[in-house]
């Protein structure tokens, strides 16, 4: 018995062993490399060994969201903000709020009165100012940097403006409004637009018009995030690289905010399940997807001068936002490790430089 509890203990003990080296360490001179949280993940276990073990940089996935932080108008939930702001302070590893304004998963209260009208420009405002001065207040000096407007651009058009409730109602300076109450409530805070499709030249074109307004006008902002949900196919290295000279020409820090890799063709609509779609991984994928994160890595390096961060949107194909989106019923696997927690071919390609 005494040789089999041996072997036993040996056993556990080597399954939470750290590797040596993690994400973080092989890019510590290039750039902080981060992951999405929910809470779950940061309480003890195996989440939270291989986040300390690869990761510098964390971004709580839903938590610090509008709706999820502020279901009613005189009533804050923070308890799961807090349980990932905690366990970020314990392990030292710095934290990305998200996100100040967007217009998903903004609770209704927000745009209507008692009686169900909806309100003025005034009275938006100051919900605006008030809810994102007592978010960037709590956080105060634990969050360096926030996505304090998210996809305030439509994906197609030629409007610089999605016709959002806090566009129709307040108008297109509810943006320079949201960036003001943030950098007022934290200065010392790196304050960034946050969006995705910006490697498609008329988003690009329109998200670079919507920055350069906002620098020209004084506003405080400091970056801009570029959300990166890519996929096996796209994009091309040209199409990346023109989004990271654009925007840095404004003078602005790039992070890559939420980066995934589908092994499908790109959609960005949800759509009806069809009978041609499966949920598979396939050696051919495995091969697609390593090739095409080292190719993003390879810029990001090469570009490491304009770049101030990178983070995963969700931390191993165990779970992931894109299962079941935009196809309900089909599962992606989008990320460095697989279901285990194990490193993909991906994975190694991104460290191998």
């Not at 750290?18 to 993940?41: C, S, T």
């Not at 938590?63 to 702001?85: C, L, S, V």
């Not at 903004?106 to 100012?129: I, Q």
Request: aromatic letters at 14%; charged letters at 25%.
């Amino acid at each position: 018995m005494r040789t089999v509890s041996s072997y036993v203990l040996i056993a556990i003990t080597v399954a939470f062993v750290a590797p040596e080296k993690g994400l973080k360490d092989y890019y510590k001179n290039y750039f902080p490399i981060g992951v999405a949280v929910n809470p779950r993940m940061v309480q003890p276990g195996s989440d939270a060994e291989l986040i300390k073990a690869q990761f510098n940089s964390m971004t709580p996935e839903n938590a610090m969201k509008m709706g999820p932080i502020h279901p009613k108008e005189n009533r804050y939930y923070w308890k799961d903000a807090d349980a990932i702001a905690d366990f970020a302070k314990q392990n030292t590893i710095k934290l990305r709020g998200h996100t100040l304004c967007w217009h998903n998963q903004t609770p209704s209260w927000f745009f209507t009165d008692s009686a169900g009208k909806t309100v003025s420009r005034d009275v938006l405002l100051a919900r605006l100012k008030r809810h994102i001065t007592d978010v960037v207040s709590r956080y105060k000096g634990r969050i360096y940097a926030w996505d304090v407007v998210n996809e305030a651009v439509p994906d197609t058009g030629k409007s610089i403006y999605r016709k959002s409730k806090f566009y129709e109602i307040i108008g297109e300076d509810y943006i320079e409004k949201a960036f003001q109450y943030a950098h007022e409530a934290d200065p010392s805070a790196q304050l960034f637009y946050n969006d995705y499709n910006t490697e498609t030249s008329s988003k690009r074109d329109r998200i670079y018009q919507l920055l350069k307004k906002l620098k020209d006008k004084g506003v405080p902002i400091n970056g801009v995030g570029l959300q990166a949900h890519w996929s096996i196919y796209e994009p091309s290295a040209q199409e990346l690289e023109e989004s990271i000279n654009k925007f840095a020409s404004l003078g602005l820090k790039i992070q890559f905010t939420e980066v995934d890799m589908s092994v499908y063709p790109k959609e960005h609509e949800r759509r009806a399940h069809r009978e041609t779609d499966k949920s598979e991984f396939t050696a051919e994928m495995n091969d697609k997807q390593a090739a095409q994160y080292k190719m993003v890595f390879d810029l990001f390096r090469k570009h490491r001068d304009k770049i101030t961060g990178v983070t995963f949107w969700n931390l191993t194909d165990n779970y992931s936002w894109l299962d079941n989106f935009p196809v309900p019923g089909r599962k992606d696997y989008p990320l460095l490790f697989d279901q285990n927690g194990q490193p993909k071919k991906a994975y190694e390609n991104v460290v191998k430089f």
